[in-house]
């Protein structure tokens, strides 16, 4: 029963970070902990802010359409110091989740089965 319980935790870091009115430690943060799953290709980071997904605005020209803050929860994540960004379900991938929980966004970034980076 203990195996079966490690087995459905996650393993995470969780912070918080009080940037006041300076937004540039808001994107320092974002940085370091781009450049950290570029050290860690394995990690799996995800940013927000009270407006959701801050990410979303530095690449928002290059985002598939149906990307929205209320279409992000869970799907905008740094790995390998690239942004990844979970798809909607498919043709190609149709038992992708249509709203992805962290175990599962973690799952498909780790399994590799599905491209998620984000395209350049």
């Known amino acids: 029963q203990q ?3 490690q087995q459905l935790e996650v393993p995470c ?7 006041e009115d300076n937004v540039e430690d808001e994107w ?4 370091l902990l781009l450049e950290l799953s570029r050290q860690i290709p ?3 980071c995800r940013v927000w802010d009270d ?10 020209y290059s985002l598939p359409r149906w990307l929205k803050p209320e279409t992000s929860t ?27 929980t962290i175990r599962q966004a973690l799952q498909i970034l780790a399994s590799g089965t599905v491209d998620t ?4």
């Open 3 to 5: 195996q079966q319980q």
């Open 13 to 19: 870091l969780w912070g918080v970070v009080r940037y």
């Open 28 to 31: 320092f943060v974002g940085w």
């Open 42 to 44: 394995t990690l799996c």
């Open 51 to 60: 407006d959701g997904d801050f990410l979303l605005i530095e690449a928002a």
């Open 74 to 100: 869970n799907r905008v994540w740094l790995r390998g110091g690239e942004l990844h960004l979970i798809p909607q379900p498919s043709l190609k991938a149709p038992t992708l989740p249509q709203q992805p």
């Open 117 to 120: 980076r984000k395209p350049k």
